[in-house]
């Protein structure tokens, strides 16, 4: 006997549309959903702009730099 395995949007129940596994992380748990395109939009246009943005430098973290760029720090 043959299974078939449907992944459907949470959100719409659309089930003429593909849908993918998001997991959402925050200080107060995660959660996760399948989505279709749709209703995964404002999640994907919020990760390109986070992605286009310059790294940021994370605070309490211990710089880690070689020999090198130490002393180039000196001589400034």
Known sequence: MAKLNLT????CGDRSKDASPYTIKSNDGAVSVD???DD???IEDLLA???SRPVV???NRIPVATMEQIERLKQR
């Open 49 to 51: 702009k986070i992605r």
């Open 8 to 11: 459907v949007c949470d959100i």
């Open 35 to 37: 989505l279709c395109d």
């Open 40 to 42: 995964a939009k404002p």
């Open 57 to 59: 430098r994370r605070p």
